[in-house]
């Protein structure tokens, strides 16, 4: 499991290429260009999880319980929900009133996910 506090980046990724182009292509669709993207993820503290299919429960314990908590809320209250290639998905949950959030790009093996949604 993965937290990236800023602008991803395709080289912050070991997927495929046409799964982290899918994730790309979707974070920036609602924005005019890139870089009005960049600055709202800036501005509002946006935040994107990975979380790989060989995770365990053992990885939480690196992450505060806010952020544990807040991938919790996430995958029970979706506000967006994408299927992408190669068996992943991104889900994005809106965290304050400001409209920022975090994106949780999960592969849909991961026993994480099980875990995460009945704690």
Do not use: C
């Amino acid at each position: 499991m993965r937290l990236i506090n800023r602008w991803p980046e395709a080289t912050d990724f070991e997927l495929p290429k046409n799964t982290v182009q899918e994730m790309m292509n979707l974070i920036t669709e609602p924005f005019d260009t890139e870089n009005e993207a960049k600055a709202l993820w800036r501005q509002l503290g946006t935040a994107l999880i990975v979380i790989d299919p060989d995770d365990t429960t053992e990885v939480l314990e690196a992450f505060s319980d806010r952020l544990v908590e807040q991938i919790r809320f996430a995958l029970q209250y979706p506000e967006t929900d994408d299927a992408l290639a190669n068996d992943y998905q991104l889900i994005l949950s809106i965290t304050n009133d400001a409209g920022g959030g975090i994106y949780l790009l999960i592969h849909r093996n991961s026993p994480l996910i099980k875990e995460l949604s009945h704690a």
